[in-house]
């Protein structure tokens, strides 16, 4: 129920689909954000993309690059143990988290992320699949994906952000449910870059593919672009660690299926 004011501002309850954001949020802010940011000539990729029937998002493909180039990087598969005495822990599996513009039964708009578990050993086909499964799916079907999340948006604020913390305490929980390293995009929009708050090592922002100007061979050439942002946590990795893994993403993308 909502309130009206003398002024005609009204009051409500906080929306019940973003209480999912706002634990996230909440654990966010305990880190130390920096960004980089690169641009990717996705010429290769839409090509892949042509041959395979264009069934696979750029997403997908980002996700598959990053994973590679994580996957054999200890520093970036690092999570923070919190505690008296500060602890970092290394997993090994490569779990990626993707973030999903969702619409409720009500019309709420939310934010909601899904997990590619395993991402470094999946095929980009694959990957395509477990992220259309969650696009596809329905926020409210108590059997579907998203049916932990509908149990939290039933939980008052406090009590969900104790659930929070406690589901994610373990290392291992932790990267399950919010990945390795994330990947939002906004390249649906006009828009030509992101940059993602994140609650563990790594997360990649993906900006819309606009034809832009390019230098190849000396000359002028027009050429897909999109903008690659990277956040990473300065508690775990320094930015020249952070560069490095941008540009080998960047490189993996770049050089689709010349190996």
């Known amino acids: 129920m909502s309130a009206a004011a003398a002024n005609g501002t009204t009051v409500a309850a906080f929306p019940a689909a973003r209480k999912g954001t706002y634990t996230f949020l909440k654990d966010a802010r305990?880190?130390?954000h920096v960004y980089l940011m690169t641009d990717v000539d996705a010429t290769r990729i839409k090509q892949?993309?042509?041959d395979a029937g264009s069934k696979i998002s750029f997403v997908s493909y980002v996700v598959k690059a990053a994973a590679q180039v994580i996957a054999s990087s200890p520093e970036a598969r690092a999570v923070l143990r919190p505690g008296l005495r500060l602890k970092v822990a290394t997993v090994g599996d490569v779990h990626a988290k993707v973030l999903f513009d969702k619409r409720t039964a009500d019309g709420q708009r939310c934010v909601v992320s899904g997990t590619v578990f395993r991402a470094e050993q999946a095929e980009v086909e694959e990957i395509q699949q477990i992220i259309d499964t969650y696009k596809n799916a329905d926020l409210?079907?108590?059997?579907?994906?998203?049916?932990?999340?509908?149990?939290?948006?039933?939980?008052?604020?406090?009590v969900a952000r104790l659930a929070y913390r406690a589901v994610t305490r373990k290392p291992e929980r932790r990267t399950a449910l919010q990945g390795v390293f994330s990947v939002t995009s906004v390249g649906q929009e006009p828009v030509r870059a992101i940059f993602p708050m994140i609650n563990g090592a790594l997360g990649f922002g993906v900006g819309r593919i606009v034809d832009s100007p390019v230098v190849r061979g000396g000359e002028i050439a027009i050429a897909p672009l999109f903008t690659l942002s990277l956040a990473f946590d300065h508690r775990l990795l320094?930015?020249?660690?952070?560069?490095?893994?941008?540009?080998?993403?960047?490189?993996?993308?770049?050089?689709?299926?010349?190996?």
Do not use: I
Request: without cysteine; negative net charge; charged residues 25%.
């Open 30 to 32: 305990g880190t130390a």
């Open 140 to 158: 409210e079907d108590p059997s579907g994906p998203w049916a932990q999340l509908a149990k939290v948006q039933r939980l008052p604020l406090p």
């Open 238 to 259: 320094d930015g020249a660690q952070a560069a490095e893994l941008l540009a080998a993403t960047k490189n993996v993308l770049e050089n689709w299926g010349s190996e």
């Open 48 to 50: 892949a993309r042509k």
